[in-house]
């Protein structure tokens, strides 16, 4: 070909021409990707978070009524006097769920008010005689319904945890409840629980 000829329009683009147009190409298929799997991934995270927060279902629910001035002397709650109610559950079960309302006469009218409770639930284990010591119970705390900084929740749900003995939520322990609206006021409580288990209260404990 003459010097000054024009270029034939059949022939190749340079290698170099040929390597950007494949980088754009690839530059905007993977733009393309990017927008499609970003929104599906946090579809999926969304998604997984409303699912692992979802209150369990259960067939059976126990509710006890403690009319005003029958509520049981319990164990305190960071030095405040407190109540305390015994349970037990028909067979073992997974999880429960425990809640507590307590209401009151708040003025002359007769209107009634809830104030917040606040509770611990534990599970009672028996000890066996062993190396010399006697047999003996021990309170083991399963689970509260507000954090150290007194963060409170309704109610709470227990799950079972079959990896430590303590923790499992069988049918031959006796559970207990202390609870406590930190008010003197003369209060109704409703205690409920449930699970997938009847439950029966406990008032003798010995």
Known sequence: MEAGAGK??????????????????TSMTSRALACAVI?????????????GMKRPSYRHQGV???????????????????HVVHFRLEKAV????????????????????YKKAYFIVEK??????AGGKQARRINVEIGRNF???????????????????????????????RYTPFSRDPFDYTITVDADSPVTFVDDVK
């Open 8 to 25: 034939n329009f059949l022939d190749p683009p340079p290698a170099g021409m040929v390597a950007m147009g494949m980088r754009s190409t």
């Open 39 to 51: 929104p599906a991934l946090v579809t999926l995270v969304i998604q997984g978070c409303a699912g």
């Open 64 to 82: 006890k009524n403690i009319p005003v001035g029958t509520a049981v002397r319990g164990e305190a709650i960071d030095g405040y006097e407190a």
């Open 94 to 113: 997974e999880a429960m769920t425990v809640g507590i309302s307590a209401e009151y006469v708040a003025d002359i009218t007769g209107k009634k008010k």
């Open 124 to 129: 009672i284990v028996e000890l066996g005689a």
């Open 147 to 177: 954090d150290a900084d007194w963060n409170r929740e309704k109610d709470v749900t227990i799950r079972s945890l079959k990896t430590e003995p303590f923790r499992t939520l069988d049918a031959d322990s006796l559970y207990r409840i």
